[in-house]
């Protein structure tokens, strides 16, 4: 079993900077993939960036690249998204998720465990 608990969200004004925090405690995440996914009101969960955790290859949305960055510490088994440059439509429930298998698939289904989620809200 693994354990997620995001932090960090917030209200923040267009062109703000967040960075949200992932804490994973029950297992350590050499093997895993993890990602982050956010999920507006009256919208489907939609992915945002991922990583597996031995190869840090990293993937991300069209709609955050090179303003969102996905990243890990080893020794505090943690995951964290900074974005930059907020937009009002990035406003959502952010989650960290974890996936035991291999690949680092975009779908919300193909993961294993969630987190609660933390609420981003971008004011224009």
């Known amino acids: 079993q693994v354990q997620l608990v995001e932090s960090g969200g917030g209200l923040v004004q267009a062109g703000d900077s967040l960075r949200l925090s992932c804490a994973a405690s029950?297992?350590?995440?050499?093997?895993?993939?993890m990602g982050w996914f956010r999920q507006a009101p009256g919208k489907e969960r939609e992915f945002v960036a991922a990583?597996?955790?031995?190869?840090?290859?990293?993937y991300y949305a069209d709609s955050v690249r090179g303003r969102f960055t996905i990243s890990r510490d080893n020794a505090k088994n943690a995951v964290y998204l900074q974005m930059n440059n907020l937009t009002p439509e990035d406003t959502a429930v952010y989650y960290c998720?974890?996936?035991?298998?291999?690949?680092?698939?975009?779908?919300?289904?193909?993961?294993?465990?969630w987190g609660q989620g933390t609420q981003v809200t971008v004011s224009s």
């Open positions: 029950g297992r350590t995440l050499s093997s895993y993939a």
């Open positions: 990583f597996r955790w031995n190869t840090y290859i990293t």
């Open positions: 998720a974890a996936r035991t298998t291999p690949g680092v698939p975009q779908s919300s289904y193909a993961y294993d465990y």
